[in-house]
């Protein structure tokens, strides 16, 4: 298993509720995180809208099928999965109350997305050297595809924003919707950046372990950082950790609506 779908799976595995059985997946892409469920006895239903990896899915003994949501109309599961793909989903409300109604009682929606709304120029500042420091080490290759796929985005906080915000959700809009319909939601704050560097790493033997460092020196940041504020600012710590990660630290929001 790929180290960036551990991490989503990890994830997935500490929230799904006892005596789980079915579960749908919504914009399941390749598969990856619907196979490991599937493996583990779970029975998953995958959808996507795009053929090929759907198919690519198939090939990895999940039950994929080409739909789109919220038009998928199947119901009665234990679990309903956003992997990062709720923020393309429109309309959000309806794609989230959709969800809502194909649950049985006491139904989980766990949804793993990007902040990326949380990005400010220290940021793209730290991330663009991050990058350059991994290229010169050999272990990651700067193509012209990796140019403008990412390193494009960073170059501005107006670039960054001119390449997310067009149609997409934002992390805190997701969060409002999934609370509108459950009595409580759970939200964790996790490293994200290492997903854009995961297809460019050359040294394929050590890439799981460089994608894991990056995760883990974010994650110890971030502690590193809330530690400091409680100690310094005991009356609003909480306030300003999450105002701390949210500018300094490139953040996966994962939130889990119980029902």
Not at 26 to 50: F, P
Request: proline share 2%; with cysteine.
């Amino acid at each position: 298993m790929r180290f960036e779908t551990r991490y989503t799976y990890d994830f997935v595995k500490r929230f799904l509720p006892p005596g789980c059985h079915r579960i749908l997946e919504v914009g399941c892409g390749e598969g990856e995180v619907a196979a490991c469920l599937t493996q583990d006895g779970y029975a998953v239903i995958a959808i996507d809208s795009d053929r090929d990896s759907v198919a690519a899915a198939r090939q990895l003994g999940v039950d994929a099928r080409v739909a789109t949501w919220p038009d998928f109309d199947e119901r009665n599961f234990d679990a309903v999965l956003f992997i990062r793909s709720l923020h393309h989903i429109h309309p959000l409300d309806e794609s989230i109350r959709h969800a809502a109604t194909g649950l049985v009682e006491g139904g989980l929606i766990i949804a793993d997305d990007f902040a990326y709304e949380s990005t400010d120029e220290k940021t793209l500042r730290w991330f663009s050297s991050a990058i350059r420091l991994i290229e010169a080490t050999g272990l990651l290759m700067v193509s012209d595809e990796f140019q403008h796929r990412v390193l494009s985005k960073t170059e501005t906080l107006k670039a960054w924003r001119q390449s997310h915000e067009q149609q997409l959700h934002t992390a805190a809009e997701i969060d409002a919707h999934l609370k509108r319909v459950s009595r409580r939601v759970i939200r964790e704050n996790a490293a994200y950046y290492f997903r854009y560097i995961a297809s460019a790493i050359t040294a394929v033997e050590k890439r799981d372990a460089i994608l894991q460092a990056f995760a883990s020196w974010i994650t110890a940041k971030k502690v590193l950082q809330r530690r400091a504020q409680a100690a310094t600012s005991p009356s609003s710590s909480l306030r300003a950790w999450k105002s701390g990660s949210a500018q300094e630290i490139p953040c996966e929001s994962g939130a889990v609506a119980l029902l």
